[in-house]
């Protein structure tokens, strides 16, 4: 019987998960999603289990039941391999958690007085685990942090100029995506060779999207801060925001907070400046001016804040991109490409439309890659290394 491990990736629309053997082989032995929740969920998996019948999904089943029946659908598809564990992606682990933890009641109830400061991802995230909790009582629990990467960040680059009272109380730049810009640390190097460990821009570029300076394979500064809302141009959210625009929009147009926070959620970002989609690719195919506007916002930051990072790392030799829009969209890569130019940085514009692993020219002053990320195996790997050091403890 093979022990595994089940990685879970729980969103408010959608549940990824991926089931690792629990001996450290990085291969999953399946993996897939449940998508359209509270829709019309549907799933689809790759591996042994994509042949077993999952059935028809009920639309209005919650995250809890639909978990519940994962598992048990896992179980009866994987015949010969035994559920030993569950690691969780958590958005935000505040200033306590700087690396993954066994879930138990404290850990669960702390990780709960954060959802205020991820409000769209820390209660799926935690639903996540209260379902598994339910579908398999006793089943160990790890919790991996989207923001634990950033922790390495000196004092200053997680300081904002508030009165120091509130800094003391944990308002601080905490940084997300912390697991995918973990994952190309790791894999950086089979590429880089030694550039890997000298100074890095990765642009994690999807529906959320940030950027992360790394030196010697750690975050030195990111774009994101306090919560997810900030930083470059998102699918729905904004980024970098006058905070006058919110008093503005409080004290003078009579919005409510929770009307702002809906404004700055989900109706900002691609689609806020569009009027049309929050899908990049849309945005791109049309021939909309509003549309054209949204790209060009979404480079122009890009550019930008890629700007303050070189700045922060006195240089750049090596530009990643990675994502959805990171890791599919050419366009995009090249426009913001083009604009360090100045630094002597060349794309391949072959290699580039053909998304390939090393998109620069051979006498390029940086490097630029496009290298998928996988959260999935990082969480994987640091479940394992959980329970190896608690049955460590234990003996």
Not at 196 to 206: C, E, I, S
Not at 364 to 374: L, N, Q, Y
């Amino acid at each position: 019987m093979t022990e595994t491990v089940l990685v879970l990736n729980v969103g408010s629309s959608s549940i990824k998960f991926a089931v690792y053997p629990a001996d450290g082989d990085d291969e999953p032995v399946c993996a897939g999603r449940i998508s359209g929740i509270g829709r019309s969920p549907s799933l689809m998996a790759t591996g042994p289990a994509a042949t077993e019948d999952f059935g028809s999904l009920d639309p209005e089943a919650n995250h809890a039941s639909l978990i519940g029946r994962l598992v048990a659908w896992l179980e009866k598809a994987l015949v010969g391999y035994r559920l030993v564990a569950a690691g969780h992606r958590i958005v935000h682990g505040g200033r306590d958690y700087a690396a993954p933890v066994m879930i138990d009641y404290d850990v669960l109830r702390e990780l709960e007085a954060l959802v205020s400061l991820a409000p769209r991802h820390q209660p799926d995230n935690l639903a996540g685990v209260r379902a598994i909790a339910d579908a398999r009582p006793g089943l160990p629990q790890v919790a991996c942090f989207d923001t634990a990467f950033h922790r390495t960040q000196p004092r200053l680059a997680q300081l904002f100029a508030i009165p120091r009272a509130l800094t003391d109380e944990g308002i601080l730049r905490y940084g997300f995506h912390g697991l995918s810009y973990e994952y190309i640390a790791s894999v950086l190097p089979r590429h880089a060779g030694a550039r890997a460990d000298q100074r890095v821009v990765v642009a994690h570029l999807g529906h959320g999207a940030s950027l992360c300076a790394m030196r010697e394979g750690e975050s030195v500064a990111t774009s994101m801060g306090f919560t997810a809302l900030d930083g470059l141009v998102m699918g729905k959210r904004p980024g970098t925001l006058d905070p006058g625009v919110v008093l503005h929009l409080l004290q003078d147009k009579g919005l409510s907070v929770s009307e702002v926070a809906d404004m700055l959620h989900n109706q900002s970002g691609l689609l806020g400046v569009s009027g049309l989609s929050d899908d990049m690719r849309d945005l791109i195919e049309s021939g909309d001016s509003q549309a054209k506007e949204a790209v060009d916002l979404f480079v122009f930051r890009a550019v930008r804040e890629i700007g303050a990072l070189v700045a922060v790392l006195e240089g750049i030799d090596v530009l990643v991109f990675t994502a959805g829009i990171g890791e599919n969209v050419s366009e995009v890569r090249s426009r913001i490409a083009a604009g360090f130019a100045w630094l002597g940085l060349r794309l391949d514009t072959i290699a580039n439309q053909s998304n390939r692993t090393r998109i620069s020219t051979p006498d390029s002053a940086v490097e630029v890659f496009v290298i998928p990320t996988d959260e999935e195996s990082v969480i994987a790997r640091h479940t394992r290394e959980v329970l190896r050091n608690v049955s460590s403890s234990a003996a």
